[in-house]
């Protein structure tokens, strides 16, 4: 993630991640997308827990997202799949 020559510290990177997992039961439609799509964005390995919290919340609003919601998750979601075998 460097597109302005900015690398972020990967300590820096996993607290938000850490952070997010924890939050994450809690996130409404759109804490959820900007979320995924900000992870998908940094193009960084997500931690397994830290993406199956984020997915469960998902999968838990799934019928209360909006249009653009589901399309930045889906959006987010493909991004986040290309990254992994």
Same mark, same amino acid.
């Given at each position: @993630?460097? *597109?302005? /020559? $900015?690398?972020? *510290?990967?300590?820096? $990177?996993? &607290?938000?991640?850490?952070?997010a997992?924890?939050?994450? *039961?809690?996130?409404?439609?759109?804490? +959820?997308?900007n &979320?995924?799509?900000?992870?998908?964005?940094?193009?960084?390995?997500? *931690? #397994? #827990?830290v993406?199956?919290?984020? @997915?469960?919340?998902? @999968?838990? +609003?799934?019928?209360?997202?909006s249009?653009q919601g589901?399309?930045n998750? &889906?959006?987010? $979601?493909?991004?986040?799949r /290309?990254?992994? #075998?």
């Open positions: @993630m460097a *597109p302005l /020559g $900015i690398e972020l *510290p990967r300590a820096m $990177i996993n &607290t938000l991640l850490s952070r997992q924890d939050l994450a *039961p809690s996130f409404a439609q759109q804490d +959820i997308s &979320t995924l799509w900000a992870v998908a964005s940094m193009r960084v390995a997500v *931690p #397994p #827990p993406l199956a919290a984020l @997915m469960q919340r998902c @999968m838990d +609003i799934v019928d209360s997202l249009p589901l399309a998750i &889906t959006w987010a $979601i493909a991004v986040l /290309g990254s992994y #075998p």
